[in-house]
Every structure is written in structure tokens, then in C-alpha cells.
């Protein structure tokens, strides 16, 4: 497969040159300035947040705010924006949590339409979109009627480079340096150009991906709250593991516009994205706190030796497309979108357990396969009205329809080996396991879903002042069909969905916003199989819930933004969400499966809850200070919320309790170069579910860059988690919910992972 990436990246490398060669006659385009690639390229000066001119309240980032840093994913981009926070492995930045929140509450969109993804919570993991890709970043902190309500903590808008971000092309080429001595490398090419009386933009990427952790984990049978001495009475093993996550992400996009004489346009847009990586971990667990790490031949410390692989291939495309036409006296927009989601793993587990004599073999297989595609069409129509007014309304459908195959098998093997030298001489090959696959219950079911939407709003545009009002009605019919059990279940809602902004310049340089919108989360597919799962929560039994609604939330948000001189601008936001219906697990009172003490419990619409903060963001030149060519960036956010669930009140599931991010750059003109730094920081997260409890803290994060320019090159050195960020959890488990209520621990585990620092060095060419 790898072979295959190659090649399509030197075909579209090819494509890119031949294109040079388009008509030179084309019709030119007034649409908006078209950037020149050597502007890419060789920056002229330092890039700072946009001030955006939509009404709903919006940060803008360009690429040129991200890219000395050269993110290798849309995540490591977003590591650097206001309230946006991970809870991701060390080295990766996957699913974004806007104010904190779980990426269920965030709606992620590309180029302003849905994707589909992974995630069972309907979320969408932001590093499978290349940050080579990336024209800018909307952070759009409040619901509008002419989007897709399903924020309540915000939308996340990749908006791709299309064919007026760019005249001509450019190359990257380089590498990345993995403290463990591992090399990856990173290719890519982008190229615009009339062509055909319009502009065509064609992309290739090919990005090595590499991962490599040190875990190390302390397991207590119970916490030190309940027994002062639990270092040395409540111990009960150590592990030590390597997790090594090695992977390719290949990417090709392109896009097609032009413009008509009639002023009507058409536009297509495609892009695929590959991902081939292998999850390798090996890990030992002793029964001494000090053990030495793979003390295999002396026997007695190890209990057990575990192999885990697992080999993911996912794969994602969309294309969209969309015509816009004068009609009466306004404008009318037809938009139809293809996406789809595609994932294959594999997963092994082979434990060789040492505890008792005889040796025990136990091995675990897992496969699943998640098929997930949707297909939408829009219509929208703007119509001006007076001389500051503007009235638009439309109609939105969708149809998704998602498959899920999970299949596991376990085995089982004992062997008359009573010591380790015995065992080194009788290699284990898998042929000895008869493994059987057997669905997951729950784990095989068709998902589909139709939505019609209709909306309408009205805005107004002064110089002082302006407004828009808005109402979006969504109606949902879906159907779950659980082929495990032989269940088929519907579940239909509607919502009326409200919003309205304002805005008004108090100064010629300040502007205050406030936004009052209501938003939705929908239910995560998991909880809608009818499905039995036992011992899911501890030892209780999971069941689930095929008749649940979705998260509803009144939202606000005020803020004030100041423009500091011609580039800077600083800003502070308070935000509040009430959220109602909240999907909490709940007790059905029946036992479970474990028998007495055990319940099977179900998610339902049960409880209210509230998230608030405050969002500092600064972005400016430091000019006043006759530093013109010195930028300082810094955003600071303070995250809170309340819920109540089975044991009392608690914040919403793992949400951090602040993030911010503090950098610099410094150009140097007359040398052609420029440095800079970047510091992150995000607060403790804490999570409670039945059955366990999870407190999770990330160490800092500090990244440098070193840039030389040429004419129509650059060559940039990045270094990152240059403090060898380390990800440390503390685990509460219980069995029962009586357990849990009385701090009776089934297991109280301490666990930190580790990687080292990256270096990547990146030569960029415009042509």
C-alpha cells in the first residue's frame, strides 16, 4: 500500500506541473486576491489572527498564524487557539474538546460541511486532516439557522485551500526525528492555476506517522485515602509498557471554480485521506515495586507477559460541490455533498501468565470494521432587503447511514513449563491457539438516520451597529437495527432551534458581541443499540437505549475585541451553556448478571447541567514598543461546569480546568530569518462513569523554531515537546455501585506515560 502512496504522490506532482501549462487566455475572476505561492513560501511578516466580520462570534486563524511550526495535523494547529483542549496520548491531538468538552459537544466541519468519523459519540478526530491542507480556521463559538445545530460547545470549520488561495505552487520536503533514533518522512505539493476559464488547486501529502511511549503503571488494592500504608500493604503489581504507534497519513485534494458571465458560479471540491499505522505494544507486569525491567530468567518478580498489535487502516473522502445563481433580485445556492468513513482494525493479544505453575497462555482477537457515509443537499436562498437588511432561508437534508461489525475471540492453552528456561526453549506459534470468532453483543448493527431541516434569518448591517435573527426547525427519523440480538427500534424527535447576535462598535477600534442560541447533541451510537452488555460498568450490566433524545442547551456568549493597531487584536469572551436532558447512565433497579449488588443500569435523559468560562485570546506585533517585527501570542481560557450524576455533583466528563498557550516570533529582515517559541499548558481533567474514576494531568508543552529564507525557499527547523510531556492518570475502579459509594476499591491504579522530544527539519520551494 505504501508503494501505492508513493506513486500517487509523484502522479499528482506530475498533474501539478502539466496544469502549468493551462490556458494563459482565461476569464479573470474578480472573486477575491489571489495569493502568490512564493508569499506561502517566504513570509514577508508574522501572521496574526484574523478579525472577523460574521455576525455569530468568530476567531479566524490563517495558515499563516500556524505554519513556522509546521503542524503535521488540523490538531497540532488547533493546540495553539483559545479553549480548545485534547485528551490524547502523548504526541497526538486527535479529538478536540472546544471549552473543554467532550468532542461529542464540538461539531467539526470542512470547508462548512458535515463529516463523518470514528468516534461512536458521532465526533470527528481532527488529525486526519493534514494541516498542508488548511487555507484557515474558524472557531465559531455560537449556533447560527444556516448551520447545523449540533455545537452545543462550538464549531471547529477547516476551511481547505481552494483555487483562489493560491497562484502557482510550491514543494515540502523533509523529515522527522523521533528520540529513539526513528526517521519519517513528510512530502507534499500544492499547485493553483487558471484553467478552463476558472481556478483548479491540486494537493498530494504524504506524512510518515510515529508515536513511540514509555508507560509505566502502579496497581494498589486500595487508595491512599482509605490506608495511610497502601504504598507497601496495598500493593499489587507494577507493569511496564512500550507503546509504539508507527503509521503513513496520505492525502489528494483538489477544487475546480468558475465564475459565469451571468455572475453565477459552480464550484467542486474532493479530498482523501489514508491512514495505514500499527499499534505495538509489549508490556511486563511484577509483583515487586523495584523489579528489574524484563527480569525474565530469575523468575519469581514477573507475573505476567503481555503482546498487544493492533493494525488500523481508515480511510475518509468527501466531495462536494455547489451552484450559485442570480435569482429575482437576490442570490440562490445549491450545495450537494458525498462523505464517507471507512475504518478496518485488527487487534492480537497474546498474556502469558506466570502467576501459577503451570504457565497459562491466553490470547485475545478482535476485528471490526465501521462503514460510515452520509450524503446531504442544501438549498439557500439570499435576498437583499432595503439598504442594510438581508433576508435568507432554506432547506437541508441528509441521510446517514452507519454499519458497525465487532468480532472477538478468546482461547486459552495451558503448558507443563514450570520455569522461565523451559519456556525460551518452546517457542509459542499462534497455530497452537483454535481460535473462534463471535459477534460483541451490541456489536453488529446497521444505524440510519434522515434529517429535513428548514430555516430562516434576518440580518442587519450599519456602521454602528448590527444583528441577526434566526430560527432553525430540525427533524430527525432513525432506525437501529442490533443484528446480535435481533432487534430493529426507530427514534424520532424535532427541535426548534433559535439564535440571535449582535454586535456594536463602541469605538472606532472596540466592538462588543452577544449571542443567545440554542444548540443539540445528538446520542452517541453505543447507547442506542437495545443491546445487553454485561459487566460493562464494573460488574454491572449496560443496557441500551434505543428511545433517547438528543442533549438540548440555551447558550450566550459576550464578548468584548479590541483592535491594536493595523494587525493586532485582543479580545475576552464569557460564555454559559445550560444543557437540559442530559444522557447520564441511570439504575433500571434489575440485578445484573453478576448477581446480588449488581444492577443493570441504562443511559437516559435524566438531569440538568451548566458549563461557563472566560477566554482571553492576544494576538499583536509589538510596534508601540518599536519592536515592529517581534509578534506575541498568548490566549488563556477558565473552564467550569456542574452536573450531577449517581454520587453527586462533578463537572462535566473530562473537562480541563484551564488551558493557555504563550508564544513569540521574531523575523529578522535583513537576515532573511526568524525564530520563535510556543508554551501550552492544559489543567487537570477529571472523569467519573460507574464502575471507575479518572483524573488525568498533562506536563507542559514547549516548541521552538529556527527559519532562513531565500528567494523562493525556506528552511525551517522545528523542535517539539522538547520537555518530554508526560501524561499521568490516577485510576479509582469498583465493582459495585455500593462500592463505589463506600470507597471499597476493586483497584486503585497510578499510571504515567512519557515520550521524548521531535525534530523536524522542512525545506519548502515555491515554483
Same mark, same amino acid.
Given at each position: 500500500?505504501?508503494?501505492? $502512496? ?16 493551462? +490556458? ?29 466580520? +460574521? ?73 486526519? #486532516?493534514?494541516? +498542508? ?219 502469558? @501468565? ?8 491466553? +490470547?485475545? %482477537?478482535?476485528?471490526?470494521? #465501521? ?12 435576498? /437583499? ?8 432561508? =432554506? ?65 442587519? $448591517? ?7 435573527? =434566526? ?22 424527535? @424535532? ?39 454485561? $459487566? ?22 459576550? =464578548? ?104 513569540? #516570533? %521574531? ?33 507542559? @508543552? ?25 501524561? @499521568? ?27 521524548? /522530544? ?10
Amino acid at each position: 500500500m505504501k508503494d501505492f $502512496k508513493i506513486k500517487a504522490l509523484v502522479a499528482a506532482l506530475a498533474l501539478c506541473n502539466l496544469t502549468a501549462y493551462a +490556458e494563459d487566455d482565461a476569464k479573470e475572476t474578480t472573486k477575491k486576491d489571489i495569493e502568490v505561492s512564493d508569499k506561502i513560501v517566504v513570509y514577508g511578516e508574522i501572521g496574526y489572527r484574523n478579525r472577523s466580520d +460574521e455576525l455569530a462570534p468568530t476567531l479566524e486563524y490563517s495558515q499563516e498564524y500556524f505554519q513556522r511550526f509546521e503542524p503535521l495535523t488540523a490538531g497540532d494547529a488547533l493546540k495553539r487557539v483559545p479553549s480548545v483542549t485534547f485528551l490524547s496520548d502523548v504526541l497526538e491531538s486527535d479529538g478536540a474538546r472546544m471549552r473543554g468538552l467532550s468532542p461529542a459537544y464540538t461539531k467539526v466541519l470542512i470547508n462548512g460541511e458535515e463529516v463523518p468519523g470514528a468516534g461512536a459519540d458521532r465526533s470527528f478526530f481532527v488529525d486526519r #486532516i493534514p494541516a +498542508e491542507l488548511i487555507e484557515r480556521v474558524e472557531i465559531i463559538r455560537s449556533s447560527s439557522a444556516n448551520r447545523s445545530a449540533d455545537a452545543i460547545a462550538g464549531t471547529l470549520n477547516i476551511v481547505l485551500r481552494d483555487g483562489y488561495s493560491l497562484d502557482g505552487g510550491y514543494l515540502r520536503a523533509g523529515g522527522l526525528l523521533y528520540d529513539d533514533g526513528e526517521f519519517k518522512e513528510s512530502l507534499a505539493a500544492v499547485y493553483g492555476t487558471e484553467f478552463a476559464g476558472g481556478r483548479l488547486l491540486l494537493g498530494a501529502n504524504l506524512q510518515g506517522r510515529y508515536n513511540p511511549k514509555q508507560k509505566t503503571s502502579l496497581r494498589y488494592g486500595d487508595s491512599p485515602e482509605n490506608n495511610i500504608n497502601f504504598q507497601t500493604e496495598e500493593f499489587d503489581n507494577r507493569e511496564d509498557q512500550s507503546d509504539t504507534r508507527d503509521g503513513d497519513d496520505t492525502s489528494l485534494n483538489s477544487s475546480y471554480e468558475i465564475v459565469f458571465d451571468d455572475d453565477s458560479q459552480f464550484n467542486i471540491s474532493a479530498m482523501w485521506v489514508d491512514t495505514e499505522r500499527t499499534e505495538d505494544e509489549r508490556s511486563f507486569e511484577y509483583n515487586d515495586p523495584t523489579a528489574a525491567n524484563n527480569d525474565i530468567i530469575s523468575g519469581g518478580n514477573l507475573e505476567t507477559d503481555n503482546a498487544n498489535v493492533k493494525y488500523i487502516d481508515q480511510t475518509n473522502y468527501n466531495i462536494n460541490t455547489a451552484y450559485e445563481f442570480p435569482l429575482l433580485s437576490g442570490t440562490s445556492k445549491f450545495k450537494f455533498g458525498m462523505a464517507k468513513f471507512e475504518e478496518s482494525v485488527y487487534e492480537q493479544e497474546v498474556e502469558l @501468565d506466570t502467576s501459577e505453575l503451570p504457565m497459562i497462555f491466553e +490470547e485475545e %482477537q478482535a476485528r471490526s470494521n #465501521i462503514d460510515d457515509k452520509e450524503w446531504t443537499l442544501q438549498w439557500q436562498h439570499s435576498q /437583499p432587503w432595503g439598504d442594510s437588511k438581508e433576508i435568507q432561508f =432554506g432547506a437541508f437534508l441528509q441521510n446517514k447511514k452507519r454499519d458497525s461489525n465487532i468480532f472477538e475471540a478468546e482461547d486459552e492453552l495451558e503448558l507443563a513449563l514450570t520455569s522461565w528456561d523451559q519456556y525460551a526453549a518452546t517457542p509459542l506459534t499462534l497455530a497452537a491457539f483454535n481460535s473462534e470468532y463471535e459477534a460483541v453483543t451490541g456489536g453488529v448493527n446497521t444505524l440510519e438516520e434522515d434529517r429535513f431541516d428548514l430555516f430562516a434569518l434576518v440580518k442587519h $448591517k450599519d456602521d454602528l451597529f448590527a444583528w441577526e435573527l =434566526g430560527v432553525r426547525w430540525e427533524s430527525t427519523d432513525s432506525k437501529i437495527n442490533d443484528k446480535t440480538i435481533g432487534v430493529t427500534e426507530d427514534n424520532n424527535y @424535532d427541535f426548534i432551534l433559535p439564535s440571535a447576535h449582535f454586535r456594536f462598535n463602541v469605538s472606532e477600534n472596540g466592538r462588543v458581541s452577544a449571542s443567545v442560541a440554542r444548540s443539540l447533541r445528538r446520542p452517541e451510537f453505543d447507547f442506542l443499540t437495545p443491546a445487553l452488555i454485561e $459487566k460493562e460498568l464494573g460488574d454491572n450490566d449496560q443496557l441500551g437505549n434505543p428511545e433517547l433524545k438528543p442533549e438540548s442547551a440555551w447558550g450566550m456568549d459576550l =464578548g468584548y475585541e479590541y483592535r491594536l493597531g493595523k494587525s493586532g487584536v485582543v479580545g475576552i469572551n464569557l460564555f454559559y451553556r445550560k444543557v437540559n436532558d442530559l444522557i447520564e447512565i441511570a439504575n433500571t433497579e434489575q440485578e445484573g448478571s453478576e448477581g446480588d449488588g449488581t444492577f443493570v443500569l441504562q443511559p437516559r435523559n435524566t438531569g440538568d447541567g451548566n458549563v461557563k468560562g472566560v477566554e482571553l485570546d492576544l494576538s499583536t506585533p509589538l510596534g508601540a514598543f518599536s519592536m515592529p517585527n517581534t509578534g506575541v501570542f498568548l490566549n488563556y481560557s477558565w473552564l467550569d461546569s456542574e452536573v450531577t450524576d449517581f454520587f453527586g455533583t462533578r463537572k462535566f466528563n473530562d473537562q480541563s480546568d484551564y488551558v493557555y498557550n504563550v508564544g513569540f #516570533i %521574531q523575523d529578522l529582515p535583513e537576515l532573511k530569518a526568524a525564530f520563535g517559541a510556543t508554551y501550552r499548558k492544559q489543567g487537570d481533567a477529571y472523569g467519573r462513569i460507574v464502575g471507575e474514576e479518572i483524573t488525568t494531568s498533562y506536563s507542559a @508543552d514547549f516548541e521552538v523554531f529556527i527559519e532562513k529564507r531565500w528567494e523562493d525557499v525556506t528552511l525551517r527547523l522545528v523542535g517539539s515537546n522538547l520537555l518530554d510531556a508526560s501524561k @499521568d492518570e490516577t485510576f479509582n475502579k469498583f465493582d459495585t455501585v455500593d462500592d463505589q459509594f463506600s470507597r471499597s476499591f476493586d483497584e486503585y491504579e497510578i499510571e504515567s506515560e512519557e515520550a521524548g /522530544p521531535v525534530y523536524q527539519l522542512m525545506l519548502r520551494y515555491a515554483f
